[in-house]
């Protein structure tokens, strides 16, 4: 990451180049014509310096004309070479006409070149009589009596003498092999950089684009657009949508109750602060009756979560268990009215209800803003689910904005009345600057106007792959009802996050469809993308800076800082964090998800760029607990001790809730082959860290040697299906070091060749066991035929894969078997297999061995 404050000065020299190239006429320009130009200048400087030294020598000649010197002949070539350097350079031909050399300006516009062309014809004459003479007088060895000092200045236009020094300058300090320190030529006598250095330019521009990236060079630059500083037409449009029923001359605290209920959690949490201290309560599961939607869901709350909860979780209101459809067309009280109505308008396009109960279970809970661990999340549910967690955020913004366009709105009449009230006093004498009422706003209010973070991004989603993006962006648009036409870049978005029909593959239609639903479209999970929400509209590329949302993938958000850490601004004022499709997050790497989240609600070392005014800032965020007032949401279509023990580090005081399926039914009655589907338990010690070496003990001492190797010795085709990476590089040193010859291993970072030749051997029995990973056959799901045994590790995190492996199994050999090795601390992924009642059993009894046929 760099050291701390890094970034701020590599954005420092950015902007710095980005002036010089602005001023040079190279902005914008091709990597070709930046670097002729830098070739140029070069040749400029050298050719000056040679002609200042030139001018030197001959008055040096002068005044000893008697004194003949030893090296003359030496001199003459020497000041022959500088003269044609310096002829070239100012573009004098043989004849002595003068070649036009000026800068670039064709980018202000025709009518300022026709409007000066008489001017430029008059100083282009004017320099064709200069160049002649100083041609004639260079040739003759003289040089005019004002002093050789000030000829080259008669070939540059006025108004650009002093842009040239300073582009001198930083030619110096910023490319030291352009102009060495000694005074000799680096220029080549065609006029062009040696070969190395033109090497070194090239390098350096495409270091500077590497930089910025693919999707970072694509959004605007920043742009400090501090509120009042804008247009006031969209500014009064913003306040009629955000603010329906606010009329100036009302009182604060009104207008303000009008935007939010007094009881909102959202003003309570982020205005009142109300919610008190980190909640560390342990969480207990609710016993609510449920509607026969949401059945299947269970609960779990801490104390301040069941606090704060705006209703009984997945209660909309009516008894009984027949849907009532017409209690949910009534806004919540905690919804904005502008939004809601939006949303009807969305689900009326859809022909749908305005909200199902499991929705509106969930949208209350979340407004209670509790961290949330979904685990219920399903292909079947994943649009109602996406649709609710972007009508939070979105709530979470209106909301937000609308504070804040009151708050400006009040600023403005202020202002005005103390401009009309200081001109009434002060009549006949100087007016009050309207710097000093500007510094005295805010100061005699009835409470202080603290409506923002450190930085303008509130809301953060982080997703695995584009094609997600890409449907969330949609469906935002959607909610909004905004027409796409009119947001900036969408087709640009559109082409950069979808996939192109070249690019698909021939075989995907024959993959299962739970693979084609996850790996349709574009799959880079490398992206980075900042968007401005407006009432009507959504602007994508923005600068994170200046960006109210960022929807970026974990792995995309690492190397943006990387390259520029100006968006930790932007990560020091996030208030709700969504983190979607965590499971497939599991599978890439979880770890860049852990990075991202301690990055969070940091407060800025640097306050260079993109920090609010500080006496707008929350009190709280001041005092350093933006980590309290974080809302994090992760949804995820499993269950996983990894992404529970990333939930409980989170430090929201607002309480946790947890959504789990209350009964898992089970994968064993899916399997349509008579196989025998063994289970095998072993003591995984005193503690969770024991467990992987009580695992790879038990596997290599009980199971390998006794399970596994005769059978294999009998070419018995078997595979030995790893979850975790980790367990697959100790178990294949160990197979290297002790059976070499005898197996073959096929990992996600496994080259395609070798994966061929891997499941060459094991289809030919030249090696017939075989290890594969479950991240493998999550990204590749490769089917192979003709296996017998299979051999779980440990149990798999996706129940589906348990079913497809041991259904492809040979069912008609009679050494067919599975055989899963499970501990304690596999309950939750045993759940997903047998069932809750089997896994209860499984665990808790003394037998230490289970099988199950299926028929």
């Known amino acids: 990451m760099g050291k701390p404050g890094g970034f701020f000065k590599r954005l420092k020299n950015k ?12 902005k914008g320009a091709s990597k070709e014509e930046r670097r002729l130009k830098h ?13 200042e030294e030139l001018a030197a020598i001959s008055s040096s000649s002068s005044s000893e004309s008697e004194a003949a010197s030893t090296d003359s002949e030496l001199e003459a070539r020497k000041e022959e070479k500088s003269l044609l350097a310096l002829r070239r350079v100012l573009g004098i031909a043989d004849g002595g006409r003068a070649v036009k050399r000026g800068r670039n300006n064709s980018h202000n516009g025709n009518d300022n070149n026709n409007g000066n062309n008489s001017k430029r014809k008059g100083v282009e004459n004017q320099r ?3 160049l002649s003479n100083v041609d004639t007088t260079a040739v003759n060895g003289t040089v005019p009596s004002d002093g050789g000092d000030d000829d080259w200045r008669t070939f540059l236009p006025q108004d650009e003498e002093e842009d040239e020094e300073e582009e001198l300058e930083e030619l110096e300090e910023e490319n030291s092999y352009a102009i060495e320190s000694d005074g000799q030529e680096v220029g080549t006598e065609d006029g062009s950089l040696e070969e190395d250095d033109a090497e070194d330019v090239m390098s350096m521009e495409e270091s500077e684009e590497d930089e910025e990236g693919e999707d970072s060079g694509k959004e605007d630059a920043y742009e400090d657009d501090e509120e009042g500083d804008g247009d006031q037409q969209k500014f009064e449009e913003e306040k009629v949508q955000l603010l329906p029923q606010f009329h100036l001359g009302t009182a604060k605290l009104e207008a303000l109750q009008r935007v939010v209920r007094e009881d909102d959690p959202w003003f309570t949490k982020y205005h009142i602060d109300k919610h008190g201290s980190i909640d560390r309560s342990p969480m207990q599961l609710l016993k609510q009756k449920y509607h026969t939607e949401c059945g299947q869901i269970a609960v779990s709350a801490s104390a301040h979560a069941m606090e704060h909860l705006i209703h009984e979780p997945f209660r909309v209101g009516w008894q009984g268990t027949a849907s009532a459809p017409q209690k949910l067309d009534k806004r919540p009280p905690y919804m904005h009215e502008t939004l809601w109505n939006k949303w009807l308008d969305y689900r009326a396009a859809k022909s749908r209800g305005p909200m199902t109960a499991e929705q509106r279970g969930l949208l209350d809970l979340l407004q209670g803003y509790p961290d949330v ?27 937000a904005r609308a504070v804040m366009v009151l708050h400006e709105a009040f600023l403005h009449e202020k202002k005005r009345q103390k401009r009309k009230n200081s001109k009434k006093k002060v009549k006949g004498s100087s007016a009050v600057s309207s710097k000093n009422l500007d510094d005295s706003d805010g100061e005699d209010g009835e409470y202080e106007l603290r409506d923002r973070g450190f930085g303008k991004t509130r809301l953060l989603i982080m997703l695995p792959m584009r094609n997600i993006a890409h449907e969330y962006v949609t469906t935002l648009i959607e909610l909004l009802r905004a027409i796409p036409e009119d947001c900036p ?3 640009t978005f559109d082409e950069d996050f979808t996939e192109l029909a070249e690019a698909m593959d021939p075989t995907f239609s024959r993959r299962p469809r739970d693979y084609q639903r996850q790996f349709a479209g574009n799959i880079d999970d490398s992206f980075c993308v900042g968007l401005r929400i407006e009432p009507s509209r959504v602007r994508v590329y923005t600068h994170p800076l200046n960006s109210d949302m960022i929807i970026c993938s974990p792995l995309g958000l690492r190397r943006r800082l990387e390259r520029n850490g100006d968006a930790s601004v932007s990560l020091s004022s996030i208030e709700v964090c969504l983190i979607d499709e965590a499971h497939v997050l599991l599978m890439q790497n979880w770890q860049h998800v852990m990075e991202v989240l301690g990055l969070l609600n940091k407060r800025p070392r640097d306050t260079t760029y993109g920090l609010s005014d500080l006496r707008r800032v929350y009190a709280w965020a001041l005092a350093g607990q933006s980590g309290r007032h974080r809302q994090t949401i992760i949804s995820s279509n499993v269950t996983n001790a990894v992404l529970l023990s990333t939930f409980r580090t989170f430090v929201n005081n607002s309480g946790r809730v947890s959504l789990h399926r209350r009964e898992e039914t089970g994968v064993l009655q899916q399997i349509m082959v008579p196989v025998r589907q063994h289970f095998l338990r072993f003591d995984p010690g005193s503690s969770v860290e024991s467990c992987d070496d009580a695992r790879f003990d038990f596997f290599t001492r009980e199971v390998l040697p006794t399970k596994i190797l005769p059978p294999v010795s009998r070419d018995v085709r078997t595979i030995i299906f790893v979850p975790s990476y980790f367990d697959y ?15 073959a291993a096929i990992c996600e970072y496994t080259s395609l ?10 289809t030919d029995l030249e090696r017939p066991l075989l290890l594969v990973t479950e991240r493998f056959y999550f990204f590749r799901r490769y089917f192979v035929k003709h296996a017998e045994i299979i051999v779980f590790y440990s149990p798999p995190v996706f129940s589906s894969f348990y079913v497809s492996l041991v259904g492809r199994l040979v069912a008609t050999s009679p050494n067919a078997f599975s055989l899963t090795l499970f501990c304690r601390y596999d309950s939750h992924e045993l759940n997903r ?19 199950f046929v299926t028929n």
């Open 833 to 851: 297999l047998v069932g809750t009642a089997r896994a209860r059993q499984l665990v808790e009894r003394e037998a230490e061995a289970y099988s």
């Open 373 to 399: 661990m979904d685990c219920c999340r399903s292909a079947e549910n994943a649009e109602a689910r996406r649709e609710v967690f972007l009508l939070h955020a979105l709530n979470h913004w209106y909301k």
């Open 39 to 51: 070739n140029e200048l070069v040749d400029y400087y050298a050719a000056k310096r040679e002609a």
């Open 15 to 26: 902007q710095k180049r980005l002036a010089t190239h602005r001023r040079r006429g190279t």
């Open 128 to 130: 064709d009589n200069d």
């Open 753 to 762: 060749r070798q994966q061929r030749k891997s499941l060459g051997q094991f």
């Open 729 to 743: 590089v100790r178990i294949r040193n160990y197979m290297i070091r002790e059976h070499r010859d005898s197996f």
């Open 489 to 491: 870049r969408l087709a």
